[in-house]
């Protein structure tokens, strides 16, 4: 299987930055996409921006602007730049990634455990 382990979460002013991380470990597979959703308290979740494995990037409207998705293959690693923070960005943020099987061509999505993002005064 494939562990997802997040970091760079925490509680930051209106106006911050802060740099989201998130590492794939395992083996037998290769990956798709990774990115980042969130979900705020009586919220449904939702994508705030992914990578392919071809660089292609997707943001939310929200987002655009203010967030910057990268990866390093080599790593397996996604990071989420956000600067210009807003209180309605805080939210727990989880890592997604879709990983194929090399063996089975299976694909499978994963799921980080979340770390809390809090923007306010």
């Known amino acids: 299987q494939v562990q997802l382990v997040e970091s760079g979460g925490g509680l930051v002013q209106p106006g911050g930055s802060l740099r989201l991380s998130c590492a794939a470990s395992?083996?037998?597979?290769?990956?798709?996409?990774m990115g980042w959703f969130r979900q705020a308290p009586g919220k449904e979740r939702e994508l705030v921006a992914v990578?392919?494995?071809?660089?292609?990037?997707n943001y939310a409207d929200s987002a655009k602007g203010r967030f910057t998705i990268s990866r390093d293959g080599a790593k397996n690693t996604v990071y989420l730049q956000m600067n210009s923070l807003k209180p309605e960005d805080t939210a727990v943020y989880y890592c997604?990634?879709?990983?194929?099987?090399?063996?089975?061509?299976?694909?499978?999505?994963?799921w980080g455990p979340g770390t809390q993002v809090t923007v306010s005064s």
């Open positions: 997604y990634t879709v990983a194929v099987y090399v063996a089975s061509t299976v694909a499978i999505n994963y």
């Open positions: 990578i392919t494995n071809s660089s292609s990037t």
């Open positions: 395992g083996s037998g597979f290769r990956i798709n996409a």
